[in-house]
C-alpha cells in the first residue's frame, strides 16, 4: 500500500502542530512533492550534509529534522550554496525535507521535552511554561526523579542517558547537593531559569548556558545547572518521533533514526582536574 507525502505531513502535523511554533520559526514542508509516495523516512536532529548523505545512501524518501534548514527568508537554492546544494541533493534523490522545531519542543505526550524527561527517568513531568491554549503542551518539563541524588551523581546519571558529546555533562552548584525535582529543557532553555525556581526545581537541566548567567544565578537561592550539548538534548525526540508516526501510519512507512552525530563539536582537552 502506498503513502503518500501529504497524508505523512498530515500525520506530523497532528503531533506536532504548526500553531504551537514560535513566530519567528520556519517549519513545515521545505521541499518535496505531496503527491509522491513515502517507504521510508529519517529522523535526524540536524539536516547536514553528513545526513543528506545517510538520506542518498538508505532510500529514504522523507528527511525529518529538528532544527531547520532555513531560519530566515531566502531568495534563492543555488547549487553552490551551502544550504541550496542540500535542497538540490534531497531533490535529485526523490526525497523530502520536514522540520518540527519548537512545536516538537512544545509538543504534548511526544514532543522533544518529554522525550528528554522520559530518558532522564522523571516521573508525573509537567510543562514548565505552559501554553495559553493548551496547558498540557508548553516548554521545558519540570517532574521528580525516582529517588534522591546529589548534584555530582545526577551529572554522571545524565551523561550515562544522553548522546556522548566532547563537551560531555557540565553542572554548576554544590556538588553534594540533593536533588529531588528536575526541570529539563532541550535546546536553549537558560531562559526558563525563573520558571524552574517558580516550580521549586533543584535543578535545570539545559543547553547553551552562558558563563554571566550562570554565575550570576548561583549568588542567589534557587536551582543548580546542568549544561549538556544541544544535540544530546534533543536527540531522545527521534527515536519516539519516529515509532509515534509509524504507529500513526499503522506501519505502512519504515522508519529509522539517523546514525550520524550530527553535535558541531568534535573533540576536548582536559587540563588538570578541578577541585571538588
Not at 165 to 186: K, Y
Not at 194 to 222: F, M, W
Request: net charge negative.
Amino acid at each position: 500500500m502506498t503513502v503518500l507525502l501529504g497524508k505523512v505531513l498530515a500525520a506530523l502535523d497532528a503531533r506536532y502542530d504548526p500553531a504551537l511554533a514560535e513566530g519567528w520559526d520556519a517549519v513545515g514542508l521545505v521541499c518535496g512533492d505531496r503527491d509522491e509516495p513515502v517507504r521510508k523516512v529519517l529522523f535526524a536532529v540536524d539536516p547536514t550534509a553528513a545526513v543528506v548523505d545517510e538520506v542518498v545512501e538508505t532510500g529514504a524518501d522523507l528527511l525529518v529534522t529538528h532544527h531547520p534548514l532555513f531560519l530566515t527568508g531566502v531568495h534563492g537554492v543555488p547549487a553552490d550554496d551551502p544550504k541550496g546544494r542540500l535542497v538540490h541533493r534531497l531533490v535529485r534523490a526523490g526525497a523530502a525535507l520536514f522540520v518540527a522545531h519548537t512545536n516538537a519542543d512544545r509538543a504534548p505526550g511526544h514532543g522533544v521535552n518529554d522525550a528528554l524527561a522520559a530518558a532522564l527517568g522523571l516521573v508525573d513531568a509537567v510543562p514548565l511554561e505552559p501554553h495559553p491554549a493548551d496547558p498540557r503542551a508548553g516548554l521545558g518539563r519540570v517532574g521528580r526523579l525516582l529517588g534522591e541524588m546529589t548534584l555530582r551523581a545526577f551529572a554522571a546519571h545524565v551523561a550515562a542517558a544522553l548522546p556522548g558529546t566532547a563537551g560531555g555533562v557540565r553542572a554548576a552548584g554544590d556538588p553534594d547537593r540533593v536533588l529531588r525535582t528536575v526541570a529539563v529543557c532541550g535546546g536553549s532553555g537558560g531562559s526558563l531559569l525563573g520558571a524552574a525556581a517558580a516550580a521549586g526545581a533543584d535543578v535545570l537541566l539545559t543547553s547553551d548556558l552562558k558563563h554571566h548567567p550562570v554565575s550570576e544565578a548561583l549568588e542567589i537561592p534557587g536551582p543548580a545547572l546542568c549544561d549538556v550539548a544541544h544535540f544530546a538534548s534533543e536527540w531522545p525526540w527521534l527515536p519516539i518521533a519516529a515509532e509515534a508516526l509509524r504507529q500513526d501510519l499503522s506501519g505502512q512507512v519504515e522508519v529509522a533514526v539517523s546514525t550520524r552525530r550530527t553535535d558541531p563539536w568534535t573533540c576536548r582537552a582536559d587540563g588538570p582536574a578541578a577541585a571538588g
